[in-house]
């Protein structure tokens, strides 16, 4: 098996990138996923794609809230570069077929959204992710393109700086396999399950791909920043869409009161996630929570309103709460939603690694820097996914197929056999809820020395303790067991790198707030974190942030 | 890992009509094809009877004297029924083809029922100093 | 904090002949679904046990199997709504009219393989011009399709359809719900190769309105309504309507 481009996940940056790839003459293109496309959680974004789509919207203010947004370390490069793309993707979607929602006279409706100047958030009513990832699939398949479906990578080939293809595992039928690939392109999206269920986050989202950049050489960028997203469910961590505030809805106190009035009095509930997230955190600490939760309030937006543009909030509280949201407030809480941290790129999608490439959630580019806005992503994940897609076909234009040794496979499936026969531990469950209450304690809106310490030492014992984990299926055929360990083994890995990053940063920016250094330091870590493999854990080293235009300033919502 | 040779995987047998789960579509399914059975082989007694006509007045006469016992009336009785059963959920399916109705898809399917019940009964009352 | 007894159908293909139940007891509260059952079992009792579950809010389509006889999406199904207050017993069992890969996953590939044969992508004639921004297009018809837009391609339909399970070439009533989609939206030229490709005997008319796809549909995409139209359709573009 060998390609030009392999991509891996198919999400939404996944598949934009194999569409465009397929678009190039003499590439050839495939896709490889631990779940069928279809199942990405790409699907589960809710509220909406931003773009300066409106006559009085600019592209350069698109990119002045999302540079302000990441607390002056997105890079502006890459930022200026997809603000100035994004309404020509938002109408490739639509001419693709996207049912966005429409105004009345049949344009593209467009919604406000989290620290945004003016509205430009197109949506289709509560379902934007699914919708668009329905729409790319729709192109993937049109193109007959090629799926490696619910296979797994478990190495990267990379042998002096050159990625040359991928072991992966064919989860059904069993066995490791290697693909030669010219260009790899990494899509697997974010970690959000190393907070277990503290997350809106799928249980596939476990961050592989950031694993496999990270053990190949390539440094992981901006881990510590974690975003917070301020409207999740208590029980079990699903996201109520932003789209919720930004139709109008309030954000209230025990009190009743809207108490975004003392924290982003211009903005109010439309302020951006990591400042929203701190004010309900301090609310909640001051005494002004109910059970731990403030109230989402949507009441006065009426049943009509909600049945158009937010029917599934609806379903979702019914369905978990048993609460009617027309009707009743919604107690809600912070929850990990997004990292902005991921695989270090530069604007074009590259890697430190020649032939690899990555985009999406688990890319680093940086364009969230500190803290992503609203409807960003959606954005970020078609745009980049594109723009890897033809900086990879360019590369494997000029390049040849790399050949490299069997013992890759080889020492893989030894590696892998080793966890099967692991005994004498505790099961991986328990030390998958042990990572969870650790990095939701330590590693929280608010962090203090003490707390990201303790989370640190916590999940290096974790790491040591996994290696004990019994597995109870032996069998070849659709272990999802072992396949469990391998994720959980991956997210040990990315949590440790988290603490480190958070613990060594000696302030607070964007979504990183740490009570011994409040406030923002531009002198000394206006600079980006990256990570490195190192002899025996992680090594830590810093990169500066592309400014162009905008140079910091306050942030003040 | 070498690959390993399975056996085709076998489908959860054939529970098609989920006897733990029947709602109201796949009983007015139900009814539908027995209704029109019963129908069918109605349609053939009755040609068969009709048709000794040809054969002599005697013939004819014995037949019609043959279902004209007691329990016959109540099998037309039933047929009634039947055939109000049948024509009533055809036109329900007719009227969905054509778009309409699809949303009171239970409702049509209980008037039909109960409409089917009424004319059962009603012919047994009507024919009731025949019984 | 209540228990209920819990019969899963296991298969293992590399050791089982049938697929066979096995009973677990787990604990439950109001709000525990069916697949947070699954999940328990599956990290403190036995790890083999093998299904597919992802966002756990009914959004990706990964977790729909028979409960009780009768599909539902287990992340979005509580454990007390299926059991009721007598507290009967909780029957787990995978999708039906698909291969069974091991224990509650099934082969999808049957299903998808359909998706595909109804060309389910917008298809743009030569001759249309592409506008420079959105094509422009009603509320009330972008409303209409959201519906079966909502389709997340979980397979409960499919499962639940009699016609399906006696006739291997019948698309579905997915694929024919997600074709109507297509057929009415106004950016769309392939109408009438659609309606040609569904119109056939493997397509609409093997629709008998059971209704059962429609009654399970997690996301009320309503199957049924949206072949029923097809059936319009597809009599008026052969009588010369359009």
């Known amino acids: ?557 | 890992m070498a690959s390993i040779a399975r056996r085709r995987p076998p489908s959860v047998p054939g529970t098609h009509f989920r006897p733990g789960a029947i709602e109201t579509g796949t009983v007015a399914f139900i009814f539908h094809r027995i209704t029109g059975v019963f129908l069918t082989i109605y349609l053939m007694t009755h040609l068969v009877v009709i048709g000794q006509s040809v054969r002599s007045k005697e013939a004819f006469n014995a037949a019609l004297h043959f279902v004209g016992q007691p329990v016959f009336v109540f099998l037309d009785a039933g047929l009634a029924g039947i055939v109000t059963y049948h024509a009533l959920n055809g036109l329900r399916i007719v009227g969905f083809d054509l778009g309409w109705g699809i949303r009171r898809q239970k409702l049509l399917f209980w008037i039909a029922v109960v409409l089917a019940v009424a004319v059962f009964l009603a012919s047994l009352i009507a024919a009731h100093e025949l019984l | 904090m209540a228990q209920v007894q819990v019969k899963v159908l296991r298969y293992d293909p590399q050791r089982d002949a049938e697929p066979h139940h096995q009973d677990f007891t787990v604990e439950y509260v109001t709000a525990t679904t069916i697949l947070d059952t699954l999940v328990a079992i599956k990290e403190f009792q036995d790890g083999s046990l093998t299904f597919r579950r992802s966002c756990r809010q009914g959004i990706c389509g990964s977790c729909p199997m028979r409960v009780n006889d009768r599909e539902r999406l287990t992340c979005m199904t509580r454990v007390a709504e299926v059991i009721g207050d007598n507290g009967g017993e909780l029957r787990i069992e995978p999708l039906a009219n698909l291969p069974v890969l091991k224990d509650l996953a099934v082969d999808l590939k049957p299903f998808f393989d359909k998706y595909r044969a109804i060309s389910p992508h917008i298809i743009h004639a030569a001759t249309r011009e592409l506008p420079e921004k959105e094509f422009r297009m009603s509320d009330e018809r972008t409303t209409h399709l959201q519906q079966f837009g909502a389709c997340i391609q979980c397979g409960a339909c499919y499962s639940s359809c009699p016609i399906v399970a006696t006739d291997d070439d019948y698309l579905g009533p997915a694929a024919l719900a997600k074709a109507y989609r297509f057929a009415n939206d106004p950016r769309d030229d392939g109408r009438t190769e659609r309606l040609n490709l569904v119109g056939d005997e493997a397509g609409i008319w093997r629709c008998h309105t059971i209704f059962n796809c429609t009654e399970v549909c997690p996301k009320g995409v309503e199957p049924t309504y949206a072949i029923q139209q097809l059936k319009r359709m597809n009599v008026r573009k052969r009588l010369g309507f359009g």
């Open chain 1, 1 to 557: 098996m060998q390609h030009d481009i392999l991509v891996i996940g198919a999400g939404l940056a996944g598949m934009r990138a194999a569409v465009r790839a397929a678009e190039i003459p003499k590439i050839n293109v495939a896709v490889l996923s631990k779940v069928h496309p279809l199942r990405s959680h790409s699907g589960a974004a809710e509220g909406g794609i931003n773009a300066a789509l409106t006559p009085e919207d600019r592209w350069e203010d698109h990119a002045f809230d999302t540079v302000k947004g990441s607390d002056y370390i997105g890079d502006q490069d890459a930022i200026e570069f997809m603000c100035e793309e994004a309404p020509a993707e938002v109408y490739w979607l639509e001419h693709a077929g996207t049912l966005f929602n429409r105004d009345k006279a049949g344009d593209l409706d467009i919604r406000a959204f989290g620290g945004a100047v003016r509205p430009r958030t197109a949506f289709v009513h509560d379902i934007t992710g699914h919708a668009l990832l329905n729409t790319l699939y729709e192109q993937l398949t049109a193109r007959g393109i090629s799926v490696y479906e619910e296979w797994f990578v478990t190495r990267l080939i990379v042998e002096d700086g050159v990625c040359k293809g991928v072991v992966a595992w064919d989860v059904i039928n069993g066995g490791l396999n290697v693909i030669q690939a010219k260009t790899v392109i990494m899509a697997t999206g974010g970690n959000g399950r190393i907070y277990h269920g503290r997350t809106t986050n799928a249980w596939s989202c476990t961050g592989d791909g950031m694993s496999l950049a990270y053990q190949a050489g390539a440094p992981l960028g901006d881990m510590e920043f974690v975003q917070f997203h301020p409207t999740t469910l208590k029980s079990n961590g699903v996201l109520l869409t932003e789209a919720n505030r930004g139709e109008g809805g309030y954000l209230r106190n025990a009190l009743g009161e809207r108490f975004m009035a003392n924290y982003a009095p211009e903005k109010m509930e439309l302020g951006p996630h990591d400042l929203v997230s701190r004010a309900e955190t301090i609310e909640v600490l001051e005494g002004r929570g109910i059970d731990g939760c403030v109230l989402l309030d949507i009441t006065h937006l009426g049943e009509a309103k909600i049945m158009h543009k937010l029917p599934s909030t609806r379903e979702l509280c019914e369905a978990f709460l048993g609460i009617d949201p027309v009707h009743e407030p919604v107690p809600v809480r912070p929850g990990q939603h997004y990292t902005m941290g991921g695989i270090r790129t530069n604007r074009y999608a590259e890697t430190e690694i020649h032939g690899l490439y990555a985009a999406g959630e688990c890319a680093c580019v940086s364009v969230h820097g500190a803290n992503r806005l609203g409807a960003n992503s959606l954005l970020d994940t078609l745009i980049f996914g594109r723009v890897a897609a033809e900086r990879a076909a360019e590369y494997a234009r000029s390049t040849a197929y790399q050949t490299f040794s069997d013992s890759w496979l080889t020492s893989e499936e030894e590696r892998i056999k080793g966890y099967v026969g692991r005994t004498g531990g505790q099961k991986l469950a328990t030390i998958r809820n042990e990572q969870g209450i650790a990095m939701a304690e330590g590693m929280g809106v608010f962090r203090t020395p003490e707390r990201m310490q303790r989370a640190l030492e916590k999940i290096k014992e974790l790491q040591e303790r996994v290696q004990q984990a019994p597995i109870d299926d032996k069998g070849a055929i659709f272990n999802t067991d072992l396949l469990g360990a391998v994720e959980l083994e991956n997210m040990l890995e990315q949590a440790e790198i988290i603490c480190l990053g958070a613990i060594a940063r000696k302030e607070s920016r964007g979504a990183h707030s740490r009570l011994d250094f409040d406030k923002r330091d531009d002198e000394n870590w206006m600079k980006h974190t990256l990570a490195y493999l190192g002899e025996g854990g992680p090594r830590l080293a810093y990169g500066p942030v592309t400014v162009t235009h905008y140079q910091p300033e306050e942030r003040k919502y």
